[in-house]
């Protein structure tokens, strides 16, 4: 059977900026039509990978293929990526229907021919009327629509989003993930999302990479990434858990490794049992939609557990309380150990 | 002291206390807005209305009045004879003409000087560089204006070191001519049209320059759609300044410009020499004019917000 070819390939790639290396020995497969997110912290080296592989850095060593063909050393304009950047990058002094028939213009596109290829952009971002307006004149969630249409217009291979959505409300930002989502499933082209938000990349993507200090900490779906961490990290920056050393996994279920476990996988009761491990409650935090229960279990660490309002333990927890945990094996995941 | 209920402490029978005329004063200033503008623009405002506004409308008023050429007595009957003389006689067209070609030129070389060196600044050069750079652009400014125009008299002289760089070339030093004036009057401008340009580019965002190329566009596309249109109103501000001073101008041309008349030059013989004071005002009329014309066109493109 033959392999289809990867929308990007990077090899090796590292970037360093002076003594500081942002990017160390990267390699990576992303699939054609793929939504694939890159999560990471801030300096994670997410953002510096998204500029190389645009063209706007120049790897310190490795390379970058697009579509099989190695794009290393090209300049932006020769290569078939576009991106929509984190504050827009919107020109001010062109109009809304100008920015988006930008890409068409550089490429010689009839003035008639661009606008009216600007106009059915627009209108798949649901901006249709607005072409006349001056970027300044837009909200923050219009522009971003505007940056969006400015991009696809010229139909990239592959589409690079660096923390399009950073700069949005919460509500905003809620609404644009189901948008880009519908828009990249009607436009099958493979999208590149950058974002430090892991709820957003989760929600999002087909696949995840999780960066951590230069490096991918686990790249797999959604699932794999939240179910199945592989390293502290990623245990801990996909989700909130709780870290178990090994003299804690040994206390509470007889082996000694690094384990995570989830809060929403422990149950609270008051019944005592053998199945049960007792403590008491530091603190419950009550967030809506559930309660965030902190315990100090008498076996030696401290977990928490998230208990869902309306649930069978969802009684009110308080400070001192005794209490049962219920901590079942299965849901403990064994984390690699460096 | 009674009705105070804080007034135990120090701090509560401080607050109490009669308030100082000066502690009133502030207060009345902190809370009316337009007292305080009025107050702080009064004597600014007073000056330019004197100084400025007045002194033109004397000289716009000098210009209709005249010279008895026999006793050299400035009379004030009105008439319009000094502007016709303007308007016919040839010699004030030429030099108008002049004028104005050299404060063209002299802007539009200095453009075209400024733009590489301010790009270089504001996008390439490193923190360090660009420091070196705007020190040394600033540095010629600290030296007299007379000083600059004689060392260029110095430059341009036969023997001097123009010729000398200019001879293996086949070439010969300009000596003090018009273009001699206009190298000279170019270099002393020079800082004035780098400076507004660099601070154009430097508000110039990055990443606007890589989304234009990342949309395809080649350097010299992203340079004509992007950067020129985005910088034009700091062009125009740099222009004004070269203009308008080279407008002005008589000594540099005095120096370096051998027989070359300005303007400026004929005001100058007309006040001394001639002592024909409302002629020299109806002179001095033009540049002004010129400069309207110019400022109102410039307007347009926005560059007075960027002065």
Known sequence: ?338 | MIENPVGKTMKGSDISAPKSFAHRVSSRLYTNAKLRLRLLIATPLLWLALVYVAALLALFVTAFWTMDSFTGEIRADWNIENFVKLFTNSLYQTVTLRTLGIALLVTVVDILIALPIAFFMAKIASPRMRGILVISILMPLWASYLVKAYAWRSVLSNEGILQWLLRPLGLDTPGYSLVGAALTLGYIWLPYVILPIYTGLEKVPQNILEASSDLGAKTWSTLRLIVFPLLLPAIAAGSIFAFSLTMGDYITINIVGGATQMLGNLVYTNVGTANNLPMAAAIAMIPIAIMFIYLSVIRKTGALDNL
Not at chain 1, 64 to 91: C, I
Not at chain 1, 137 to 165: H, N, Y
């Open chain 1, 1 to 338: 059977m033959v392999e289809q070819t990867p929308a990007i390939s990077l090899r090796g790639l590292t970037k360093s900026f002076g003594s500081v290396t942002a990017v160390s020995n990267l390699d990576l497969e992303i699939k054609s039509g793929e939504f694939f997110s890159m999560l990471g912290p801030s300096g994670s080296g997410k953002t510096t990978v998204l500029r190389m592989i645009a063209g706007f850095e120049l790897p310190t060593s490795g390379h970058v293929f697009l579509d099989g063909e190695d794009v290393t050393t090209k300049a932006p304009f020769d290569r078939d990526v576009n991106t929509v950047f984190q504050d827009y990058a919107l020109f001010p002094h062109m109009t809304v229907l100008e920015n988006v028939a930008y890409g068409l213009r550089v490429r010689g596109v009839g003035k008639r021919e661009r606008e009216a290829a600007a106009v059915e952009a627009l209108s798949t971002v649901r901006l249709a009327d607005f072409g006349g307006r001056k970027p300044s004149e837009l909200s923050g969630g219009q522009r971003q629509r505007v940056a969006l249409a400015r991009a696809i217009i010229v139909k990239p291979k592959v589409l690079l989003l660096d923390e399009p959505l950073g700069a949005l409300d919460l509500k905003l930002r809620e609404q644009m993930q189901i948008e880009l989502k519908e828009l990249q499933r009607e436009l099958a082209i493979t999208f590149i999302f950058v974002t430090h938000d892991q709820e957003e990349a989760l929600t999002l993507s087909d696949r995840v990479a999780v960066f951590n200090q230069g490096r991918i900490e686990q790249i797999g779906s959604p699932q794999e990434l939240y179910e199945r961490p592989q390293t502290p990290f990623v245990a801990g920056f996909v989700g909130t858990t709780n870290l178990l050393e090994p003299q804690d996994t040994q206390a509470l279920f007889g082996k000694a490794i690094k384990g995570s476990i989830r809060p929403e996988r422990i149950k609270l009761t008051t019944q005592n049992s053998v199945a049960t491990h007792s403590g008491k409650v530091i603190e419950a935090i009550y967030v809506g939609s559930a309660t965030r229960v902190h315990i100090k279990l008498d076996a030696g660490p401290e977990v928490t557990a998230l208990v869902l309002s309306g649930s069978d333990s969802s009684e009110s927890w308080s400070r001192n309380q005794e209490v049962q945990v219920v901590l079942n094996e299965k849901d403990l995941v064994q984390l690699e150990t460096k």
